[in-house]
């Protein structure tokens, strides 16, 4: 995710319990790019920074099965009940302490024009300031023969859950491109994201694409170009730049997810309740995640994807000191210090989920080579130098192989490689 070199800058915010914490940005190495450093020191539990999206999009396959979100934030609109009883199953799905859920549905708004759905006023004109104009299709939204519904029923063909990047997050870019009155300064914003060579954008796309990237892909640009097309950004629509632009998300898109169901549970979490009574709403929340995990799996939340230009600075560490999240139920990301992080230190966020990071080094640097194109040299992984170089997989086969066992389904393992 670590960007290449460019000009050194600084970036305060405000957080709470004191007055501004600034981070810097520098350049590290020809490998790394440049990387996000404190100015001053950050003590554990703070937020380093809150940042917005250059854009954001939410996953395809997400809306299709009916995982309402603001279209330009990503907020969750269901209440938390109506998210339960989905997941579950169960339409009779009761939740105690309705009045928890923060999703305020009196504030929704949609699209005159195409009945896009939005969390609030507020939402639904910054997209038509930035973007929505260009890609608002009208009385056609349903359209199947629509220039953007062929693309997008195009890449839903191509991309499956669980995923991991959108096409509408590179229509997004060109629409706020050809909305903006200062193209260049936008162009600019969008060009400080990582680059990689043709070698390595190859690689990234037949990730995201699988076996037959090559003719996906020009299927996808010869869509993108039908629907798209502006000629400030046209070195995008080449075979070369578009596969550019895909390597571009796929290394720098960060995931967002969020869930009113969530939020009610953490406000559950927080409630002082007598003991039998906390005991009692546990056990409901416990039983609760068992019903929706019958039901529907790992795919609880709204889920996309955002272009964050000061978190994507941020390196990878396999022992991070700073964390990711989106306690705002929108795509607000919050950067949060796992431990006291002094002036002069880096900050590291982990491209791995917490179950990938206690795999073994070999396995870890499997995942991040295949998704990032880079080997993890952080003190955890110089630290286990000396391992075999075995997968966390194979390690279980040996044990299973050893007790007269057969070895596990190597597709289990598959599903933890998607970042």
């Not at 090559?214 to 993108?224: A, V």
Request: charged share 25%; net charge negative.
């Amino acid at each position: 995710m670590a960007a290449s070199m460019c000009d050194v800058f600084s970036f305060c915010v405000g957080v709470a319990g004191r007055a501004r914490v600034t981070v810097e940005v520098r350049f590290v190495s020809s490998s790394k790019g440049k990387g996000l450093f404190a100015k001053q020191l950050i003590r554990k539990g703070e937020t380093i920074f809150v940042e917005r999206p250059l854009v954001a999009a939410q996953f395809l396959w997400n809306a299709l099965y009916r995982y309402r979100a603001c279209d330009h934030c990503l907020r969750a609109l269901e209440k938390a009940e109506e998210n339960a009883q989905r997941l579950t199953g169960k339409p009779g799905q009761v939740l105690p302490y309705p009045e928890l859920c923060t999703v305020r549905k009196d504030l929704h708004q949609n699209c005159p024009h195409c009945q896009v759905k939005y969390c609030s006023t507020e939402c639904q004109l910054a997209a038509a300031e930035q973007y929505h104009r260009v890609l608002c299709a009208g009385p056609s939204q349903d359209d199947p023969l629509h220039p953007l519904n062929k693309l997008q029923e195009a890449w839903r063909s191509v991309h499956y859950p669980p995923e991991t990047a959108s096409i509408m997050l590179m229509a997004r870019m060109v629409a706020t491109v050809k909305q903006a009155k200062d193209q260049a300064r936008w162009i600019g914003l969008f060009s400080q994201f990582c680059n990689k060579t043709a070698n390595e954008e190859e690689e990234i796309v037949h990730r995201l694409l699988g076996d037959k990237f090559k003719g996906q892909l020009e299927l996808l640009r010869r869509l993108f170009t039908e629907a798209l097309y502006e000629e400030a950004l046209s070195q995008w629509f080449t075979p070369e730049g578009f596969r550019s632009l895909f390597a571009l998300v796929g290394t720098n898109g960060q995931g967002i997810g969020t869930s009113s169901l969530s939020q009610w549970v953490h406000a559950c979490d927080a409630l002082e309740l007598k003991p039998r009574d906390r005991e009692q709403l546990d056990a409901f929340i416990d039983q609760l995640y068992k019903d929706i995990e019958a039901a529907t799996g790992e795919f609880l939340n709204c889920e996309g994807s955002g272009l964050f230009v000061l978190q994507s600075c941020c390196n990878h560490s396999c022992v991070p000191n700073a964390e990711t999240s989106f306690p705002e139920n929108n795509f607000l990301l919050h950067v949060t210090a796992l431990e006291d992080i002094k002036p002069g230190e880096e900050i590291c966020i982990s491209y791995l989920d917490c179950c990938q990071r206690e795999r073994s080094r070999h396995s870890r640097h499997k995942i991040l080579r295949e998704n990032y194109l880079f080997v993890c040299s952080c003190p955890k992984c110089l630290a286990e130098a000396d391992e075999p170089n075995v997968t966390s997989e194979e390690e279980e086969d040996e044990e299973d192989e050893d007790e007269g066992g057969e070895p596990e389904d190597a597709e289990l393992g598959d599903e933890m490689t998607d970042v």
